[in-house]
């Protein structure tokens, strides 16, 4: 994009001035070469959001921001139900709650590398990952509605995971307001077979060595230490949720004219807060928000049980489970008055700072932490929340690095083969059923984690607390 | 499959770049051989459709308000019997007429091993959708897929 069309707020922070339909502002935080990179299709998407009914303060992208499909990847958005606010299925996205959670251990480097090899097989073998990939868990209808109405604690009470995992997901692992009545049979035949599965493209499981920690205190209050190891797992709602976007999608776009709703983008599709279709989506996109918080809680039971083949004394407890193509209601303070809103964070995460009510006691003084995926080769980070992200984007942060090349590109620049063995080369094993998936993933597709993650910092939405490197990178 | 850039033919497809997902495009002398290589663009960006056995047919009969939200319809209807029958496709045969979809899709189970999909389609979207006559004859179905 070109910076001349923005008015610099600061190094990091840059505005766009309403213009034609715009309601409010867009601001896209992040540096001037972050923002050069970034496609102009992202000023068209954060602009459009500017112009949806009942956005409040302004549209905000963060430092990982590019193309998405109606909103931006990494697009914040809030509504003001009272004043004919939106939500839209298109600004959570086809995985609804896709999210990312780290589970701690006390293994060092040397001990993962004893049996690196071996424990990539084992958690290939045991993580199902991939299309056409399959779990262990089918679902008959009773079952299903179980899961839709209680995420995580219901796979907890099913045997996978532990309750004291609750204190660590977002709302304890259990979305209120989901309606099982408002998920199509379609929906439901989609996911049938698919909790406890990964999924392919962007998503992972990684054992991650604690490279740098950036700040002791926080990292302490984390139970990250230097030279630990950790599990994180990136994945979503799967066949549910993607089947509930696309459903939703449809529906609000036919019916946006009977609100008198006019679409910059058809991908914006939404529908009145206070109307039919958008209390159903929204009773739909909460159930499919406690089936990625079931599908996350169940994976970590697997990741679990592989480690405790290999390191009985590992229970591997979690670190935090956070999710980041979410619509959740907030009370945020907006010239001085506290209001209730709909926030949308499409490829965003939520990052409430220090004190926040939300937060377990353990964390509450420090601030949620914020987990960053990055590439298989480049690593990811931890980050936590801060105070000052509440007034610039409704407690948000980025949620990854970002692309910056699409995967036609990266197929023609890499070899799935060539990034496995240059991968291996760095220490780095990489298991995926498809070497075309891992070409389109090449560390060298996206951009630079590193200058993303020192935005969000510098623009004062997240706090660096550590840095993670991969060893085992298990790839659907 | 053609490359972007290619001289444009009928009967071809191809994928066009988006910064996190696939742009799928066919091209046909009609919308329904259009429509045929849009689903044969969303295959190759799944795998090779050359190395799917047309061993099960999978009928289809769509409708919807306009012809290019039949195009997304049809898509996401193979996405969805994809996923629920965890079959792949390598053949499609289409017929529109006022805005009605009746199609057919051949295809067999996928095979992780024989097939190795690179992707999971999680929907067709509405961007960059056009489904066009550019010019006499030559039809242009297309839109992003959320993978």
Redesign the interface.
Known sequence: MDVSRFEKLSETAWRIAPFGDMRVPAIVYATEDLITEM?D?VFDQVTNVAKLPGIVRASYAMPDA?????FP?GGVAAFDADEGGVVSAGGV???VSCGVRTHLTHLTREQVVSVQQELADALFEHVPA?????GEIALDEQGMNAMLLGGAQWAIERGFGRPEDLDRIEERGCASGADPAAVSE?AR??QRREMGTL???NHYLEVQEVAEIFDDKIAAAYGLVKGACVVTIHCGSR?LG??I??EY??EM??SAPNYGIELP???L?CAPIKSEVGQKYLCAMRAAINCALANREIIGHLARQVFARFFAQEDLPLMFDVSHNTCKVERHAVDGETRQLFVHRKGATRAFGPGHESLPEALRPYGQPVLIGGSMGAGSYVLAGVKTSEPQAFSSACHGAG??M????ATRTWGGRQVVDELRAQGIIVKS?????VA?EAPGAYKDVRAVVDSAEAAGLARKVAFLKPLICVK? | MAAAGDQVATGRCEHFPHDADIGVRGYGATPDEACEQAALAMMAAILDPATVRLEQTVDFALEAPSLDLLLVDWLNALIYEMAERRMVFGAFHVKIENDRLKGRALGEAVSRTRHAPAVEVKGATYTELAFVEDRPGLWRAQCVIDV
């Open positions: 496609d299709k590019h193309w998405g499909y109606g990847i996205g086809f995985d991939g299309v056409g990939s399959q379609h035949k989609r999924g392919s493209g066949g993607h089947q976007g696309t999608l449809r776009l036919l983008d058809r991908e599709a692309r910056r699409s995967r036609h590109a059923p498809s070497l075309r998936g389109e659907g």
